[in-house]
């Protein structure tokens, strides 16, 4: 689906509504976090659908685009990370 046709929802939804949640881990001491970040970092830079999962959620707190708004669905992320990256 091409970026142009996508509608952003404009409606206000409460947190409590959103359909996401956080994944739990225990993350070991010897994790190199750095490494991690460097790869995460990489994959923003060439956003695509299947670096996502399927219940994503980007919550952009006046980042990308100057006012609260959150996205969901790996498809509408990797579209709006596109167009404003």
Same mark, same amino acid.
Do not use: K
């Given at each position: 689906?091409?970026?142009?046709?996508?509608?952003?929802?404009?409606?206000?939804?409460?947190?409590?509504?959103?359909?996401?949640?956080?994944?739990?881990?225990?993350?070991?001491?010897?994790?190199?976090?750095?490494?991690?970040?460097?790869?995460?970092?990489?994959?923003?830079?060439?956003?695509?659908?299947?670096?996502? *999962?399927?219940?994503?959620?980007?919550?952009?707190?006046?980042?990308?685009?100057? *006012?609260?708004? *959150?996205?969901?669905?790996?498809?509408?992320?990797?579209?709006?990370?596109?167009?404003?990256?």
């Amino acid at each position: 689906m091409s970026s142009s046709n996508l509608q952003y929802p404009t409606r206000a939804v409460s947190l409590t509504e959103h359909p996401a949640s956080l994944p739990e881990a225990d993350i070991a001491d010897t994790v190199n976090h750095a490494a991690i970040a460097a790869s995460a970092v990489a994959y923003l830079s060439d956003l695509s659908v299947n670096a996502l *999962t399927d219940n994503a959620i980007w919550r952009d707190c006046l980042a990308l685009t100057g *006012t609260l708004r *959150t996205f969901f669905s790996p498809e509408v992320i990797a579209s709006v990370w596109t167009d404003l990256a």
